[in-house]
């Protein structure tokens, strides 16, 4: 099967200053890639570039099939839903006026209008205006938008800012219902332990140049961060702070009843045994490095500092 995004040495650049540097990637249907990288990295750029708004310096990128910036543009603008980070509508229309006319624009069907109004949570609030509408309410209508004619292919730029926590959940269970219908999904956040559980891949852009890409269990292979090993329970008399390869194994943490354990993936194994083998260990739990920990190692050196 076709990959739905699929970019080979894409570039951008604006006079001297290289946005997007030789950036290979696929993105296969159905799955949910989170990009992610400081501002200047190029996440911006590379959504432009899949929205067809820009065109490539150098080069190849063809979504859902074509160019997004020739002739495939219209057919693929029909298929694709995109929400952008600050969401603006036309202040004097309701929420379904505004709907009604993007799906107009669209050219899809206009009765889905109040079914993803009342999907988002806003049927209640359909026929208000839309100056009358708080930040996470407009989100929600932005979200609404871009679900529009059920499209193959969803670009998300920071889609939960202004969501409280369970509206915020609400969203990323939508997500996870257009994963399983096929929808592709390209999400851009900075909020990671939000995005930790819904996401397929991560791809980190730093200074405009790919720093690593892959699964949550790849990124931690590539990376070999430290785990958390903690325990519970009683052990009078044992001495947690040695027996241990300094190297491989750092205690944290340590009472009487508690112990935290920075372990490098090569000793966990043994670290386990220890534990498992020592009188009054009543409970272990292990904790690999987060996404937050993977985006923090991968692109530390590449903190520019601008603006994507």
Same mark, same amino acid.
């Given at each position: 099967?076709?990959?739905?995004?699929?970019?080979?040495? /894409?570039?951008? !650049?604006? #006079?001297? %200053?290289?946005?997007?540097?030789?950036?290979?990637? @696929?993105?296969?249907?159905? +799955? &949910? $890639?989170?990009?992610?990288?400081?501002?200047?990295?190029?996440?911006?750029?590379?959504?432009?570039?899949?929205?067809?708004?820009?065109?490539?310096?150098?080069?190849?990128?063809?979504?859902?099939?074509?160019?997004?910036?020739?002739?495939?543009?219209?057919? /693929?603008?029909? !298929?694709? #839903?995109? %929400?952008?980070?600050?969401?603006?509508?036309?202040? @004097?229309?309701?929420?379904? +006026? &505004? $709907?009604?006319?993007?799906?107009?624009?669209?050219?899809?069907?206009?009765?889905?209008?109040?079914?993803?109004?009342?999907?988002?949570?806003?049927?209640?609030?359909?026929?208000?205006?839309?100056?009358?509408?708080?930040?996470?309410?407009?989100?929600?209508?932005?979200?609404?938008?871009?679900?529009?004619?059920?499209?193959?292919?969803?670009?998300?730029?920071?889609?939960?800012?202004?969501?409280?926590?369970?509206?915020?959940?609400?969203?990323?269970?939508?997500?996870?219902?257009?994963?399983?219908?096929?929808?592709?999904?390209?999400?851009?956040?900075?909020?990671?332990?939000?995005?930790?559980?819904?996401?397929?891949?991560?791809?980190?852009?730093?200074?405009?140049?790919?720093?690593?890409?892959?699964?949550?269990?790849?990124?931690?292979?590539?990376?070999?961060?430290?785990?958390?090993?903690?325990?519970?329970?009683?052990?009078?008399?044992?001495?947690?702070?040695?027996?241990?390869?300094?190297?491989?194994?750092?205690?944290?943490?340590?009472?009487?009843?508690?112990?935290?354990?920075?372990?490098?993936?090569?000793?966990?194994?043994?670290?386990?045994?220890?534990?498992?083998?020592?009188?009054?260990?009543?409970?272990?739990?292990?904790?690999?490095?987060?996404?937050?920990?993977?985006?923090?190692?991968?692109?530390?050196?590449?903190?520019?500092?601008?603006?994507?």
């Amino acid at each position: 099967m076709k990959p739905v995004i699929e970019c080979h040495g /894409l570039t951008k !650049r604006h #006079g001297k %200053l290289t946005r997007l540097a030789d950036l290979d990637l @696929q993105v296969r249907e159905g +799955e &949910v $890639l989170a990009l992610l990288g400081h501002n200047g990295a190029g996440k911006t750029t590379t959504m432009k570039l899949i929205l067809g708004l820009i065109s490539p310096s150098a080069g190849s990128l063809s979504v859902l099939g074509g160019a997004p910036d020739g002739p495939h543009a219209e057919t /693929l603008r029909r !298929r694709l #839903g995109y %929400l952008p980070e600050n969401v603006s509508f036309y202040e @004097q229309l309701s929420g379904r +006026e &505004v $709907l009604d006319y993007f799906a107009r624009l669209k050219r899809v069907d206009r009765r889905q209008v109040d079914e993803l109004l009342e999907r988002v949570g806003l049927a209640e609030a359909a026929n208000r205006r839309v100056k009358t509408y708080s930040k996470g309410m407009r989100q929600r209508l932005g979200l609404a938008q871009a679900l529009l004619g059920d499209p193959q292919l969803l670009l998300l730029d920071e889609p939960t800012t202004g969501l409280d926590p369970s509206a915020t959940r609400d969203f990323y269970e939508t997500v996870g219902e257009l994963r399983e219908r096929g929808c592709t999904v390209l999400l851009s956040s900075h909020v990671l332990p939000g995005i930790e559980p819904y996401i397929d891949r991560a791809l980190i852009l730093g200074a405009g140049r790919r720093l690593a890409l892959g699964s949550l269990e790849e990124l931690r292979r590539e990376a070999a961060l430290p785990l958390t090993v903690r325990a519970r329970g009683s052990w009078p008399g044992t001495d947690w702070t040695q027996g241990w390869d300094a190297a491989q194994v750092a205690p944290r943490h340590l009472n009487g009843h508690a112990l935290e354990l920075g372990v490098h993936p090569t000793a966990k194994m043994a670290v386990l045994r220890r534990l498992t083998e020592t009188p009054g260990v009543e409970d272990i739990e292990l904790l690999p490095p987060t996404l937050e920990h993977l985006y923090a190692h991968f692109s530390a050196p590449h903190d520019t500092g601008g603006h994507s």
